[in-house]
């Protein structure tokens, strides 16, 4: 899984659509602009029917965003955009299904980008992710049987549990649990459920396979692994490694066991932890512990 950069200028103009701190919304606004593309202004005074797109033209504005993200538009331009469109649907105060795909179109954006953590790593980009969902939550409540709500229950699912590992989602994990439990034997709810297990009980060699099987239908998850999971996972698989083993251990087993796409990949990655490496096709655990090279992060 990949992303695009970007989400570096976002977080504050959005977190003014999500608070809702603006103004007082009369119930009842219908939006009469006709302007398809807006980008977003924090609303500061009563709004204006006529500064506001209606349902039918902010179909329209989603359309636009899709094609111009497709053709390879910013991440800062396309969140814009839609922090525009969402903040037309809250003064009109409509929560249907078309809000839910709004929703749904940036929780997917956010995955898919990459900004810099708080150690400086790519990560996606988890304030906007976080916002979507939650909202996604409320609104799945209001608009049952959604086609994509089981995906995004997994997606939820996952977040929290990658966000818990730095102790920091653990209530909102105990939440998502119970949002799966209703449809446990779903294949993809199995196999997440399955992923926590490992996560859970530091067993990366099932976490790298559940990983490289991973549903079709919840294929976008692999992006919180890439950023998130993934790192800590091979972090345990590395400290194994170095207290389980006095041997040469051969790269292609360590790439099995990792999850790394070649072996080369894998090379690189114990070089960068100081690890001892034989003709690059092994490493020797006692050499690299007695040099004292290949400590964990």
């Given at each position: 899984?990949?992303?695009r950069?970007?989400?570096?200028?976002v977080?504050?103009?959005?977190?003014a659509?999500?608070?809702g701190?603006f103004?007082n919304?009369?119930?009842?606004?219908?939006g009469?602009s006709e302007?398809?593309?807006?980008?977003?202004v924090?609303?500061t005074?009563q709004?204006?029917?006529s500064?506001i797109?209606p349902?039918?033209?902010?179909?329209?504005?989603l359309?636009?965003?899709?094609?111009?993200?497709a053709?390879g538009?910013s991440?800062?331009a396309?969140?814009?955009?839609l922090?525009?469109i969402?903040?037309?649907l809250k003064?009109?105060?409509?929560?249907?299904s078309?809000?839910?795909?709004?929703r749904?179109?940036m929780a997917?954006?956010a995955?898919?980008?990459?900004?810099?953590?708080k150690?400086g790593?790519d990560e996606?980009?988890v304030?906007?992710?976080s916002?979507?969902?939650?909202?996604?939550?409320t609104?799945?409540?209001k608009?049952p049987?959604?086609e994509?709500?089981?995906?995004?229950?997994?997606?939820?699912f996952?977040?929290?549990?990658?966000?818990?590992?730095g102790?920091?989602?653990?209530s909102?994990?105990?939440?998502?649990v119970c949002a799966?439990?209703s449809?446990?034997d779903?294949?993809?709810?199995?196999?997440?459920l399955?992923i926590h297990?490992?996560?859970?009980?530091?067993d990366?060699?099932?976490y790298f396979?559940l990983v490289?099987n991973t549903?079709?239908?919840t294929q976008?998850?692999?992006?919180i692994?890439?950023?998130?999971?993934?790192p800590?996972?091979?972090a345990?698989a590395l400290?194994?490694v170095l207290?389980s083993f006095?041997?040469?251990?051969?790269?292609p087993?360590l790439r099995?066991s990792?999850?790394?796409?070649s072996?080369?990949d894998?090379?690189?990655f114990?070089?960068?932890k100081?690890?001892?490496l034989v003709d690059?096709c092994s490493?020797d655990v006692?050499?690299?512990?007695?040099?004292g090279?290949a400590?964990?992060?």
């Amino acid at each position: 899984a990949g992303g695009r950069a970007g989400g570096t200028v976002v977080h504050q103009a959005r977190s003014a659509v999500e608070d809702g701190d603006f103004v007082n919304v009369s119930a009842g606004i219908v939006g009469t602009s006709e302007e398809v593309e807006k980008s977003y202004v924090r609303q500061t005074r009563q709004p204006d029917a006529s500064t506001i797109r209606p349902e039918r033209v902010l179909r329209k504005s989603l359309e636009s965003v899709v094609r111009r993200d497709a053709a390879g538009e910013s991440y800062d331009a396309v969140m814009d955009s839609l922090m525009a469109i969402c903040q037309d649907l809250k003064l009109q105060q409509i929560e249907n299904s078309f809000t839910v795909s709004v929703r749904e179109q940036m929780a997917m954006y956010a995955l898919r980008t990459r900004c810099k953590g708080k150690n400086g790593a790519d990560e996606v980009d988890v304030s906007t992710f976080s916002d979507a969902i939650l909202h996604l939550g409320t609104l799945y409540k209001k608009n049952p049987e959604q086609e994509r709500e089981l995906e995004f229950a997994v997606y939820r699912f996952i977040f929290w549990m990658s966000l818990a590992l730095g102790n920091s989602g653990d209530s909102q994990l105990n939440k998502s649990v119970c949002a799966l439990l209703s449809c446990k034997d779903h294949p993809c709810v199995r196999h997440a459920l399955h992923i926590h297990e490992a996560v859970t009980t530091g067993d990366f060699y099932s976490y790298f396979r559940l990983v490289s099987n991973t549903p079709k239908e919840t294929q976008e998850q692999l992006h919180i692994h890439e950023t998130i999971v993934v790192p800590h996972m091979r972090a345990l698989a590395l400290s194994a490694v170095l207290k389980s083993f006095k041997m040469l251990l051969p790269i292609p087993m360590l790439r099995r066991s990792m999850g790394f796409a070649s072996d080369q990949d894998t090379c690189a990655f114990f070089e960068s932890k100081g690890a001892v490496l034989v003709d690059g096709c092994s490493v020797d655990v006692d050499q690299s512990k007695a040099a004292g090279k290949a400590a964990t992060k």
